[in-house]
């Protein structure tokens, strides 16, 4: 391996080697909290082209060695992600402004979800199929089904889980046969690359994962209509997803996207539990997650008690820097900050009551509860990214179902209550992906299905059901002579 000289700029890894743009451009890399960091290289298209083409090449080779081959890679990539720990949440930690325990718990995750793709690999298997159980005249054919890689994956990370988001695109990608091109958003693409450092350090064969660094508004509609690209995987925005999903035209999409998710309160509920859930669901990571609990729908009966439980639980808080292990850090851009002091703003002229918070200091807003909301206020059904909590009061379940289900999202649902039989039936009803019930809305474990519906996704994911999506079926019918 080549070693990764970091001065300025991170290198990219395209072909086996690590280089510098011919381009002689660089992006700067704002950290949230005013760490130093260097930047990543602007590549050009013709580079892009590059890491297409060396990929499909790659890809090849790759497509003829065993699940067990494969695996041993992963293994490996584990094995040095581990040792690289401590530097990856560093960057982390600085790149995006999550505290420092967090990132770490990121790595490590990490790791464990590759060694979980090697060994699901290896269970994956074929089926043979006996033509004669659908009528007697196909009794003398058999269909041999396998999984076949699709090719080259176009593998798209968000900011928020640089290292986690990634990876989940690229294990099940490769112990399916598949190569990579791996295009991290900009803020991410250092903790990324260096992931990509630890899989080169790895054994990585030449050309199998190329790294693509750059502005998406430069590079993104070339890469995602590039004519080798076989599918694509893409953790982001809605409308960006939306975007991507048009343009690909017939080529397979993996889409995770937005989120609204709420948490309904019932009249029974463990308000103390209910209460420490949506604290955590809705905080951490100062709500930077699109399975972040984003909206709050309590019966009348019980509200009173859960804002007061949820405004006590959230005085526990730590905010501030990310190098101070914070729960709530500054969000990772100004932008974003803007937008969720705007909807803020927008609940307060409507009449919504600020429990707590609506304090910003730079990037950094202080946990705010909202009480009071309506479904007039844009709080309650555009996505903030950031740490606000709308509370909505409702008459009854079938009012909270009704707002949840409008919403153009349909991530996850959290349900509080002590009735199972009752928590399943609404769950039958929410327009979700998946619906958590007395827990908060996260993604996990990581061998769980994960989907959204509606705005909120295209396609399975999940260790196995990453596998699968990143392969397809193969048809081989046999002819048996009779006699």
Known sequence: M???EVINAYPFLLNGEWKDSTSERTIEIESPSGAETP?????TESEVNAAVTGAKDAQKNWARKSFAERAQLLYAWADELLLMKDEIAETIMKEVGKGFASAEKEVVRTADFITYTAEEGK???GELINGGSFNSGSANKFALVNRNP????????PFNYPVNLAAAKIAPALIGGNAVVFKPATQGALSGTLMIKALDMAGLPSGLVNLVTGKGSEIGDHLITHPQIDLINFTGGSETGKSISQKAAMVPVILELGGKDPAIVLEDADLDKAAADIVSGGYSYSGQRCTAIKRVLVQDEKADALVANIKDKMDSLKIGAPEDNADVTPLISSKAADYVTGLIDNAIEKGANVVSGNHREGNLIYPTLLDGVTTDMKIAWEEPFGPVIPVLRVKNVDEAISIANESEYGLQASIFTKNMEQAIQIGHELEVGSVQVNGKTERGPDHFPFLGVKSSGVGVQGIRKGIESMTR???????MTQG
């Open 2 to 4: 080549n070693k990764v």
């Open 39 to 43: 930047g990543v290289q602007a590549m």
């Open 123 to 125: 269970r994956l298997h």
């Open 150 to 157: 699709v090719g080259v994956v176009l593998a798209i990370s």
């Open 473 to 479: 079926e193969k048809v081989t019918v046999l002819n």
